[in-house]
């Protein structure tokens, strides 16, 4: 079945320590996304790529960065640069903003905790 | 700044009716997608309009204004399943902008 994938689905990660947020998709989407989501609160955008071997940051991308050196995988690592890094990470895909849609797919998130 | 507004909550009764709006300033518009999140769980995509008019699908309807920058979602037949966040949703120099959420509350 087709579909977007993110693991761990829980991580805790010692102040100092950057972790990596894995995403994958097999939908042969062109764009994928990483959003932040802090407790009753909307998507924020962090980092977005339209295409392999390139991304663009997004609103809050600072003590964030990430790769696209496959279609199929966008891997978020956050640094600690980072100050508030608790909170539930989203990765989308979508076929690219190209043709209009934003009807992206949603992995089912990784909720980081810094202990 | 915020491009995209959406009242934080709203409150309906099982079996009613509910509207949620969207207001969005943003140039280069294409159209407005709709996605519902359950708590602890990912959005899922429930609807986008592209052109002016009203969009059904099954007791979800979506309508869009063009001329007004304004749209809204309408949900029947109210469930309980339904409670739930709804977010609207537009293209931005390729980036897909989610506005702040509106919570459902659905009382029996």
């Known amino acids: 079945d087709g579909g977007i994938t993110q693991s761990p689905k829980y991580l805790f990660r010692k102040e100092g320590q950057n972790v990596t947020l894995s995403c994958e998709q097999n939908?042969?989407?062109?764009?994928m996304y990483w959003y932040r989501q802090d407790p009753g609160q909307g998507l924020r955008l962090i980092y977005y790529s339209q295409i392999v071997n390139d991304f663009q940051k997004g609103d809050i991308a600072e003590g964030y960065s990430v790769s696209r050196e496959k279609k199929e995988s966008f891997p978020l690592t956050v640094t600690s640069a980072q100050k508030n890094p608790t909170a539930f990470y989203l990765c989308a895909s979508s076929f690219g903003t190209g043709r209009g849609n934003t009807e992206a797919f949603f992995g089912q998130g990784t909720r980081l905790t810094v202990v | 700044g915020q491009s995209l507004e959406q009242p934080s909550e709203v409150t309906a009764v099982e079996g009613a009716i509910v509207q949620i709006n969207c207001t969005y300033q943003?140039?280069?518009?294409?159209?407005l997608s709709w996605y519902q999140q359950h708590d602890g769980g990912a959005p899922t995509f429930l609807s986008y309009n592209a052109l002016d008019g009203l969009e059904e699908t099954g007791r979800f309807s979506s309508f869009l204004s063009r001329s007004d920058s304004y749209g809204y979602l309408l949900l029947q037949e109210l469930q309980m399943k339904d409670s739930a966040s709804y977010f609207c949703a537009v293209l931005r120099d390729d980036k897909i902008i989610f506005g702040k959420g509106t919570r459902l509350h659905i009382l029996p």
């Open positions: 943003t140039s280069g518009f294409y159209g």
């Open positions: 939908l042969n989407h062109d764009a």
